[in-house]
């Protein structure tokens, strides 16, 4: 499976960043992540777990690619995600044909969390 590249193409358009706060440390919501959004091998998505940075990427399509990132703090850790376009040519067109993920995101965020939740604390 190929990797997601750890940097945002500097084309990117972020679409939605959401921010949740966990009493879970880092290692157990990172590895969570992982298993989750793992495609296996032979997935055609493109994906990245990287533990030394807390960072999962998921990247597919034409457009899309998701990164969460997991910061460590003193009562537990911060879960960051962003959507991003990451289309080279047609981001209004991605953004459009893409409508429904975006309005869908918060949703999807919250779910993920209240997962995350049951799981880990």
Same mark, same amino acid.
């Given at each position: 499976?190929?990797?997601?590249? /750890?940097?945002?193409?500097?084309?990117?358009?972020?679409?939605?960043?959401?921010?949740?706060?966990?009493?879970?440390?880092?290692?157990?919501?990172?590895?969570?992540?992982?298993?989750?959004? +793992?495609?296996? $091998?032979?997935?055609?998505?493109?994906?990245?777990? +990287?533990? $030394?940075?807390?960072?999962?990427?998921?990247?597919?399509?034409?457009?899309?690619?998701?990164?969460? /990132?997991?910061?460590? +703090? +003193? $009562?537990?850790?911060?879960?960051?995600?962003?959507?991003?376009?990451?289309?080279?040519?047609?981001?209004?067109?991605?953004?459009?044909?893409?409508?429904?993920?975006?309005?869908?995101?918060?949703?999807?965020?919250?779910?993920?969390?209240?997962?995350?939740?049951?799981?880990?604390?």
């Amino acid at each position: 499976m190929p990797e997601a590249p /750890r940097e945002r193409p500097a084309h990117a358009i972020v679409l939605h960043e959401f921010h949740a706060h966990f009493t879970a440390r880092p290692r157990a919501i990172f590895d969570s992540l992982e298993r989750r959004f +793992d495609p296996g $091998s032979g997935a055609e998505s493109l994906f990245t777990a +990287d533990s $030394s940075a807390w960072l999962v990427i998921v990247q597919g399509g034409w457009w899309y690619r998701a990164e969460y /990132r997991v910061v460590p +703090d +003193d $009562s537990g850790s911060t879960l960051e995600h962003a959507l991003v376009n990451v289309a080279e040519t047609g981001h209004r067109i991605g953004r459009w044909v893409s409508r429904r993920v975006i309005e869908a995101a918060p949703a999807e965020f919250e779910r993920l969390v209240s997962s995350l939740r049951a799981e880990l604390e």
